[in-house]
């Protein structure tokens, strides 16, 4: 089922993860798998500023579970679903080890891009 080393996610992972700081994701993250939910919470605190205003709303509905990843970063055991996840990936969880079809994730939106990305869902309607 995995690659060693590396996690291979749902696309429906890549689009929240590519889109976390664009739009509200929490319906989208809410039908991910506990383990996808976990990963992708360790990925987007990793690579998403945390005092972005939509960033925080997306992280807003799962405080409890952001609280256990963020234990885990800090070399605590959690649950037994953290615990196989640092199992896959040596330790830590890593953003660097979750891959669709063996890539890397994808970059994240920079500010600009952001900013476009509204302005075209706004011009759209």
Excluded: W
Excluded at 12 to 31: A, C, G, L, T, W
């Amino acid at each position: 089922m995995y690659e060693k080393d590396t996690i291979k996610v749902s696309q429906r992972f890549i689009e929240i993860y590519r889109n976390f700081n664009v739009s509200d994701q929490r319906e989208e993250m809410n039908k991910l798998s506990k383990e996808e939910l976990y990963l992708l919470l360790d990925s987007c605190v990793d690579n998403h500023d945390d005092e972005d205003l939509t960033v925080t709303l997306n992280f807003s509905a799962f405080v409890e579970e952001l609280k256990d990843v963020l234990k885990l970063q800090n070399g605590e055991t959690v649950n037994s679903i953290l615990e196989e996840l640092q199992k896959k990936t040596d330790l830590r969880l890593s953003s660097k080890r979750v891959s669709e079809n063996g890539d890397e994730l994808p970059e994240t939106y920079t500010r600009d891009q952001v900013r476009d990305l509204k302005l075209n869902k706004i011009f759209d309607k």
